[in-house]
């Protein structure tokens, strides 16, 4: 599977990840930092004065067609700031992740720096997109070796006159290897044109139940390590316009998930709906928009900015 293009790189042991000292396509003058995350460099140790704030999603949560300073998070951490609580922030969300990569992305990279709370918006929106050869995202992270170089396969195969691999082909039919993998592509491409409904079955990323049982375990490993969590789980343009009861039901997961846990949630959803904005203010292009991430910064000043302090560790 590929990472999306842009300033990304591929890892068997995280799928893809944000390539250090990449530029950021659409953002003049601003790369990737050293951690591979968004935002200014942020030292391995910590600084007791200052507030550590890290983020953990897709592209809503990455902050994708937006300058830094004009994404939630930064902004976010700008009005702590300004209450006089100094903050750094840390987003290590990446276009297209899943809940399953930023379990990776958490025990690898994130919890080394000890972040004073952790902001995990996946909302289903990635999740829900057809795997790849009906590989799902915790096959490929559980076993990276076997799945690297086998969505190419077949194709190469098919591309290529070479005798020894059109040998491997024809053994490849005679043993049905060939046909699974041809029924796995044919139910992907059924499912990647219907994915937002329940019309057709098929393997997604991350199913409803993995999602509510990766959901809970990052939850739980980000508690146990002293972090405080927070579920913001960012709703994508088909679900804001009603268009996807497949991202509702993700949605109803978190919902669900959240009391029985004892997570802290907060509905980015709501929100939304609480300013009265049209769905085209909120998203331009298929991305958050510049209105949609103000909500989102203003809602979090609102709910937690008085009482910033009670995020420390």
Avoid at 20 to 37: H, K
Avoid at 46 to 54: F, G, K
Avoid at 144 to 155: K, L, M, V
Avoid at 173 to 184: E, L
Wanted: glycine share 8%; charged share 25%.
């Amino acid at each position: 599977m590929q990472p999306p293009s842009g300033p990304y790189e591929s890892q068997s042991e995280r799928m893809w990840i944000l390539k250090p000292g990449a530029a950021i396509p659409w953002a003049p003058r601003e790369s990737v930092n050293e951690r591979a995350m968004r935002g200014p460099m942020v030292a391995e140790a910590r600084d007791p004065s200052r507030l550590r704030i890290a983020v953990l999603g897709s592209g809503a949560a990455f902050g994708t067609g937006m300058p830094w300073q004009a994404t939630w998070a930064a902004q976010f951490a700008q009005t702590l700031e300004q209450r006089g609580q100094p903050t750094e922030c840390l987003v290590a969300a990446c276009e297209g992740a899943t809940v399953r990569m930023s379990m990776e992305r958490w025990r690898r990279d994130l919890s080394v720096l000890q972040p004073d709370v952790v902001f995990l918006c996946h909302g289903g929106t990635d999740e829900l997109t057809a795997a790849v050869q009906g590989i799902s995202d915790d096959q490929r992270l559980s076993d990276p070796q076997r799945f690297q170089a086998q969505p190419g396969r077949f194709d190469d195969v098919r591309s290529s006159a070479r005798l020894l691999q059109y040998a491997d082909w024809l053994l490849d039919i005679q043993n049905g290897s060939y046909w699974s993998w041809r029924r796995q592509v044919l139910d992907e491409e059924r499912l990647r044109a219907a994915q937002q409904t329940f019309d057709v079955k098929g393997v997604r990323r991350v199913l409803w139940s993995e999602f509510f049982e990766q959901t809970r375990a990052l939850g739980q490993e980000i508690k146990a390590s002293g972090t405080k969590l927070i579920l913001f789980p960012i709703p994508g343009e088909a679900l804001l316009r009603g268009r996807s009861p497949v991202a509702q039901g993700y949605l109803t997961v978190i919902e669900k998930l959240a009391p029985e846990a004892k997570f802290t949630a907060f509905s980015p959803k709501k929100a939304f709906q609480d300013s009265g904005k049209p769905v085209d203010e909120l998203y331009r292009d298929g991305q958050l928009s510049a209105e949609g991430h103000r909500i989102l910064a203003e809602f979090l000043d609102t709910t937690l900015g008085a009482r910033a302090g009670e995020l420390r560790r």
